[in-house]
Nanobody, 123 residues
Framework: QVQLVESGGGLVQAGGSLRLSCVASGRAFSTGSMGWFRQAPGKEREFVAV????????AYADSVKGRFVISRDNAKNTVYLQMNSLIADDTAVYSC????????????????WGQGTQVTVSS
């Protein structure tokens, strides 16, 4: 059974940085993609970034482009989200998810989800 476990969230001041990790287990990961989504209180879940397992192709939401970087370590079945220049609007629960689609940005095409990790940015 596929399991996704996030870590790395916390409280950070505006302008600071955090790196989230998502470790995947349960099967081999060579196709499809891993995405990061976030959900703030009272708001819908929104796409943040995605990376394909195979070619490492990436895509980002406009709101994080230039500030966040998604990367992967295939040997460790781990995907990272480096978040820089954080702002208060980045405060949310961040979840990683696994999809069999390539570079998927819609949450409904993701089959497996982690439990989420809280990121709080103080202004």
């Amino acid at each position: 059974q596929v399991q996704l476990v996030e870590s790395g969230g916390g409280l950070v001041q505006a302008g600071g940085s955090l790196r989230l990790s998502c470790v995947a287990s349960g099967r081999a990961f060579s196709t499809g993609s891993m995405g990061w989504f976030r959900q703030a209180p009272g708001k819908e879940r929104e796409f943040v970034a995605v990376i394909t397992w195979g070619g490492g192709n990436t895509a980002y939401a406009d709101s994080v482009k230039g500030r966040f970087v998604i990367s992967r370590d295939n040997a460790k079945n781990t995907v990272y989200l480096q978040m820089n220049s954080l702002i208060a609007d980045d405060t949310a629960v961040y979840s990683c998810a696994l999809s069999s689609w390539r570079a998927a940005t819609r949450p409904d095409v993701y089959d497996y989800w982690g439990q989420g990790t809280q990121v709080t940015v103080s202004s």
